[in-house]
């Protein structure tokens, strides 16, 4: 079964380049929102239920973190594993990215080539 | 880079001219850097730039948002260090 995967980022070249990046992987489906308030809708809906969201961190409105809060009060969601995508890359920056208890952090600049690897291997189980 | 990247590059490299006078006028005109506007396009060149191969670009921008985050104005000297950086790939790439 196919690896399905939400993404959300404001920026239009970045979240196609991200949708693009994860479909070279055939066996990940790929679903984009350009806002945090769009993919809390379409989860909503109830039509699509990704097995991990990548949020976008600074975004207007609704930011990253405030996203993984809404998640968090969803029960259908609150164990969906989050991986934050940010261009912010100083260390105190991560780290209380990385406390608000996301399964990953993917910095800016990012390989394009190895992307779905590395989303693949934050959600893998521990071994 | 796949096909798919290259032309992803490519529309990332025809929205540096209007980066790039975004940059300019801010470079005249100081108030201009409070729009939101500009800081989601500061923001966007920090964090895509870079993904396309434009490292300097990147890291220019990082610069100028770190300022921005912090609500300060960027300095002169470094909206100019990223209005050459782009110039500089606009010549590069006749964008």
């Known amino acids: 079964m196919n690896l399905k995967a939400l993404y959300v980022d404001d920026h ?18 790929v679903v984009v929102a350009d806002s945090g308030l769009a993919a809390l809708a379409l989860l909503d809906q109830g039509r699509f239920h990704p097995d991990v969201i990548l949020l976008d961190v600074m975004m207007p409105v609704m930011d990253g973190p405030a996203v993984l809060a809404a998640l968090s009060d969803r029960p259908a969601f609150a164990q969906t594993p989050v991986i934050f995508v940010t261009a912010r890359t100083q260390s105190r920056e991560i780290a209380a990215y990385r406390a608000l208890g996301v399964a990953g952090l993917i910095t800016k600049p990012f390989d394009p080539l190895t992307l779905a690897r590395d989303v693949r291997a934050m959600i893998a189980p521990a071994a | 880079m796949t096909d798919g990247l290259e032309a992803l590059r490519a529309r990332f490299l025809a929205q540096c001219a209007e980066d790039l006078r975004l940059v300019a006028h801010a470079i005249a005109d100081a108030e201009t850097v409070e729009a939101p506007l500009f800081a989601q396009r500061i923001h966007r060149l920090a964090g895509a730039a870079g993904i396309f191969g434009f490292a300097v670009v990147s890291d220019r921008a990082r610069v100028v948002d770190d300022r921005l985050t912090a609500k300060a104005k960027p300095l002169l000297e470094s909206l100019e260090a990223l209005a050459a950086a782009l110039a500089e790939i606009a010549r590069a790439h006749g964008a």
């Not at chain 1, 979240?15 to 066996?27: F, I, M, N, T």
Request: glycine letters at 0%; zero cysteines; hydrophobic letters at 35%.
């Open chain 1, 12 to 29: 239009e070249d970045v979240r196609d380049v991200v949708e693009y990046s994860l479909k070279l992987d055939d066996s990940i489906d």
